[in-house]
């Protein structure tokens, strides 16, 4: 009932997402959410150990691109360091934001993943929009006002998504 806003993989941290299982998925370009995904929202710039990852994604072939909600500074001073192509106040759940940023890819839908912490922004806009959508557990317990009430409803979700898995991979 509720399959619309389920992922299609739940990651404990976007280092999981690696190079090897991005290519065995079919997967060439990945569109990260920042807050809370990549980092808790009062960290500006991406460390060295999300740079490390960045590298390491592109040297495999892989796209790293962001789409978020946040005002265009965020963005802005988040993606410069590593030239990531972005787009802000993306809009997610609604897709135009995502459209916007595939276009400005060049990207083919059916290769790109969705990468972020919230179910009714991230990947409900993933699913929509036809791209694989995976959930990243937030980074930080702490989320912005906006997002706070979200989360008790969507923890039952992500629950009812694991029941479900568990049950496909107990082939019942
Ligand atoms: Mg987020």
Redesign the pocket.
């Known amino acids: 009932m509720l399959e619309f806003l389920y992922p299609k993989k739940y990651l404990m941290s976007v280092y999981e997402l690696t190079p090897a299982l991005i290519k065995s998925l079919g997967m060439d370009t990945v569109i990260f959410?920042?807050?809370?995904?990549l980092v808790p929202y009062w960290i500006k710039e991406p460390d060295d150990k999300l740079k490390a990852y960045f590298t390491s994604l592109r040297n495999s072939g892989i796209t790293v691109s962001v789409l978020s909600n946040s005002r265009e500074e965020r963005s802005m001073v988040f993606c410069r360091s590593m030239d990531i192509p972005y787009v802000y106040r993306a809009g997610k759940p609604l897709t135009c934001g995502l459209e916007r940023l595939i276009k400005k890819l060049g990207a083919d839908r059916s290769r790109c993943i969705i990468a972020?912490?919230?179910i009714f922004?991230?990947v409900w806009c993933g699913n929509m929009g036809g791209i694989y959508s995976v959930l990243i557990k937030q980074v930080s317990p702490k989320d912005e006002w906006i997002t706070k009430p979200k989360r008790g409803i969507e923890k039952i979700i992500v629950n009812m998504y694991l029941k479900k898995e568990m049950r496909k991979s107990a082939g019942k």
């Open positions: 959410d920042i807050d809370n995904t972020g912490d919230q922004t991230d």
